[in-house]
């Protein structure tokens, strides 16, 4: 079953903007969201260019509530219920120890993660289930399964989406809606720039010594799931690098 029309946040950069290419790619028509005006419409216009889907921008904050509302309620109607809902925008701030910690960056990340998706997933979920179909991907992280130093708040975020997923597996079982939790390890993409705040002397080491994976690795993923048969349900995916055996063990060969 090939998506006709697929609904991705965080569609500016890394993750979301793989998994946008790689739909309009095989033909979806797409709706993109993020709070990166420009850097949206550029997205969309290459993808427009040379896919030649129909391709939507909004400039949407996940964490507005009214907005997300306003956004859904000025879609056409197809993608009201789209065949797919990639909840994917979402991002890291700081990495100090709990107690050393900054209480507007937790903000942030609950407002963003957590509060954001469950704005995003309630616009749309009503429509999906009306019409009996669709697939809700949720962005969670190795981080969510496992803990590591300064990760506290964002790996609490993340293990949140994880039992968010598997409580929607619940709550939609019977209405063929489907739910796909997806925990990527080490991605190379604008992650670390945000989680330090632009400082590249910290975010750069992140990937280096290995081979991350690539947004286009997760999309693959999640367009492998999107496109399974109407009975098949992929419930649960974790990818890491070769190199990640854990989400803080990695062979760096520097
Ligand atoms: P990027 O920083 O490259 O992309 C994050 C995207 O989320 C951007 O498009 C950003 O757009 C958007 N975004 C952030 N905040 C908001 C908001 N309030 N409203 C709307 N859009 C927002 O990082 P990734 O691609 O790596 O991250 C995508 C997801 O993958 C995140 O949920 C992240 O936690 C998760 N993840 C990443 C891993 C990694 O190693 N990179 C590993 C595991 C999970 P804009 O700034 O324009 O709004
Ligand atoms: C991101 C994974 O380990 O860089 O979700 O925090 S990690």
């Given at each position: 079953m090939k998506p006709e029309h697929a609904v991705i946040t965080g569609a500016s950069s890394g993750i979301g903007r793989a998994c946008a290419e790689l739909f309009a790619q095989n033909g979806s028509n797409l709706v993109l969201w993020a709070r990166r005006t420009e850097k949206l419409s550029d997205v969309a216009e290459e993808l427009r260019n040379t896919f030649g889907t129909q391709i939507l921008t909004q400039t949407v904050d996940v964490r507005d509530h009214a907005a997300v509302q306003d956004a859904v309620s000025h879609l056409p109607e197809a993608y009201q219920h789209p065949d797919v809902l990639v909840n994917n925008a979402g991002l890291s701030r700081g990495l100090h120890r709990f107690h050393q910690g900054e209480r507007l960056d937790w903000e942030e990340m609950i407002d963003t993660n957590i509060k954001g998706l469950l704005y995003v997933t309630r616009a749309f979920l009503p429509h999906m289930v009306k019409s009996g179909k669709g697939l809700v991907v949720n962005i969670s992280s190795i981080a969510g399964r496992q803990a590591y130093l300064g990760g506290n708040v964002y790996s609490a975020t993340k293990a949140a989406v994880k039992l968010f997923s598997d409580s929607l597996q619940i709550d939609l079982n019977g209405t063929g809606v489907r739910v796909c939790n997806v925990d990527p390890g080490l991605?190379?993409?604008e992650f670390s720039e945000v989680r330090f705040r632009g400082d590249t002397s910290r975010?750069?080491?992140?990937?280096?010594?290995y081979q991350p994976l690539t947004g286009a690795d997760i999309a693959e993923c999640i367009y492998f799931a999107a496109t399974r048969?109407?009975?098949?349900?992929?419930q649960d995916i974790l990818i890491t690098p070769t190199a990640q055996a854990t989400v803080s063990i990695v062979d760096k060969k520097m």
């Amino acid at each position: 079953m090939k998506p006709e029309h697929a609904v991705i946040t965080g569609a500016s950069s890394g993750i979301g903007r793989a998994c946008a290419e790689l739909f309009a790619q095989n033909g979806s028509n797409l709706v993109l969201w993020a709070r990166r005006t420009e850097k949206l419409s550029d997205v969309a216009e290459e993808l427009r260019n040379t896919f030649g889907t129909q391709i939507l921008t909004q400039t949407v904050d996940v964490r507005d509530h009214a907005a997300v509302q306003d956004a859904v309620s000025h879609l056409p109607e197809a993608y009201q219920h789209p065949d797919v809902l990639v909840n994917n925008a979402g991002l890291s701030r700081g990495l100090h120890r709990f107690h050393q910690g900054e209480r507007l960056d937790w903000e942030e990340m609950i407002d963003t993660n957590i509060k954001g998706l469950l704005y995003v997933t309630r616009a749309f979920l009503p429509h999906m289930v009306k019409s009996g179909k669709g697939l809700v991907v949720n962005i969670s992280s190795i981080a969510g399964r496992q803990a590591y130093l300064g990760g506290n708040v964002y790996s609490a975020t993340k293990a949140a989406v994880k039992l968010f997923s598997d409580s929607l597996q619940i709550d939609l079982n019977g209405t063929g809606v489907r739910v796909c939790n997806v925990d990527p390890g080490l991605v190379e993409t604008e992650f670390s720039e945000v989680r330090f705040r632009g400082d590249t002397s910290r975010a750069g080491p992140v990937y280096q010594g290995y081979q991350p994976l690539t947004g286009a690795d997760i999309a693959e993923c999640i367009y492998f799931a999107a496109t399974r048969p109407a009975h098949v349900s992929v419930q649960d995916i974790l990818i890491t690098p070769t190199a990640q055996a854990t989400v803080s063990i990695v062979d760096k060969k520097m």
